[in-house]
């Protein structure tokens, strides 16, 4: 039944949705962020990998593109510790288990998380040519990736590792039909279990990431890492205004739990990161995943599925219990 519900959801909102960037623009997340595998943990990143899937729909047969924005690390956006002396290393998979391998689907780089066929790989240390510039892989045809049925299409993987260095890279993708243009793919998404990222220094700009829920959660757990205590994460679905989650302080971890009530199930949670006003954070890095009462985790989607969850107050008012 789960694989039924997710499958029916996508396919029918894949015929009015567009690909976005990643992050994407409801997201409101200026960069993704990595930082090299010498950096201290205490700048904000965990484990120094991040990994994201792009699901291409089965009804897109021409060549694909996944493009990388300011893929060096030096420069006007990246963040320097001392000298620059980090390299980054971008890798992109596709064929069987490339997804559907569980190494993949962790949040740790351990075991066969690179799971499945090397299509491209190429290591960016700071390099003027490509800061603030875009770089492509591709062209790749869209039944490189594995074919993965749930999701009514062919999924890729791509790798951003830190694997010299303690400086931190900022970056966003784009997944396009054009190699020197970003061109929407129509139906497409991207997702990620474990989300690293950049805030805005505006304390009046506010995040989003919007994990999706199926009918089998009833319980979350999110878990959020050197969130330097900037202001508050809150909850906001079809059924609820807004519930404050535990947050992190610097280079430590918090979690909280809450119970998933019947009219947020097939639909996507909306995390917003709200940065206090004073005094303000700048550079905050921060760290995110979210769990069900199995301990699977969930994806989050650029696009949410669903839509942007938005609360509605007659859902919300219910009658006190005897």
């Known amino acids: 039944m789960k694989k039924i519900a997710i499958t029916c959801i996508i396919l029918l909102l894949g015929m009015s949705m567009f690909s976005q960037p990643i992050p994407a623009e409801d997201e409101n997340i200026p960069?993704?962020?990595?930082?090299?595998?010498?950096?201290?943990?205490?700048?904000?990143?965990?484990?120094?990998?991040?990994?994201?899937?792009?699901?291409?729909?089965?009804?897109?047969?021409?060549?694909?593109?996944?493009?990388?924005?300011?893929?060096?690390?030096?420069?006007?956006?990246?963040?320097?510790?001392?000298?620059?002396?980090?390299?980054?290393?971008?890798?992109?998979?596709?064929?069987?288990?490339?997804?559907?391998?569980?190494?993949?689907?962790?949040?740790?780089?351990?075991?066969?998380?690179?799971?499945?066929?090397?299509?491209?790989?190429?290591?960016?240390?700071?390099?003027?040519?490509?800061?603030?510039?875009?770089?492509?892989?591709?062209?790749?045809?869209p039944t490189e990736g594995e074919l993965v049925e749930k999701y009514g299409g062919y999924v890729f993987k791509i790798i951003c590792e830190g694997i010299t260095g303690d400086d931190g890279n900022m970056y966003q993708y784009f997944v396009s039909t054009s190699p020197t243009e970003n061109k929407r793919i129509e139906g497409a998404n991207a997702f990620a279990y474990e989300y690293s990222f950049r805030m805005h220094n505006d304390p009046n700009e506010v995040s989003h990431i919007y994990p999706y829920i199926d009918d089998r959660t009833i319980k979350v757990v999110q878990k959020n890492f050197d969130w330097d205590n900037d202001g508050v994460i809150r909850v906001v679905s079809v059924a609820r205004a807004g519930l404050a989650c535990k947050i992190?302080?610097?280079?430590?971890?918090?979690?909280?739990?809450?119970?998933?009530?019947?009219?947020?199930?097939?639909?996507?949670?909306?995390?917003?990161?709200?940065?206090?006003?004073?005094?303000?954070?700048?550079?905050?890095?921060?760290?995110?995943?979210?769990?069900?009462?199995?301990?699977?985790?969930?994806?989050?989607?650029?696009?949410?599925?669903g839509g942007v969850p938005k609360y509605k107050y007659s859902i919300g008012v219910r009658k006190k219990s005897n």
């Open 31 to 141: 960069y993704l962020m990595t930082f090299g595998h010498k950096a201290e943990t205490s700048w904000g990143d965990d484990d120094f990998s991040q990994t994201f899937f792009a699901l291409i729909p089965t009804e897109h047969t021409s060549p694909i593109f996944i493009r990388i924005f300011d893929p060096d690390c030096g420069g006007k956006i990246d963040e320097i510790n001392g000298f620059w002396d980090t390299k980054m290393e971008y890798s992109v998979y596709g064929g069987v288990g490339c997804y559907s391998h569980e190494d993949a689907q962790g949040i740790d780089p351990v075991g066969n998380y690179k799971s499945g066929n090397l299509l491209a790989t190429k290591t960016f240390g700071e390099n003027p040519r490509y800061d603030n510039k875009w770089y492509t892989f591709g062209p790749f045809n």
């Open 248 to 305: 992190s302080g610097d280079d430590g971890w918090a979690q909280s739990e809450f119970i998933i009530l019947d009219e947020e199930k097939n639909t996507s949670l909306d995390f917003q990161f709200i940065k206090k006003k004073s005094p303000v954070v700048k550079n905050n890095n921060v760290v995110i995943s979210v769990k069900n009462q199995y301990g699977e985790l969930l994806p989050f989607y650029t696009i949410p599925i």
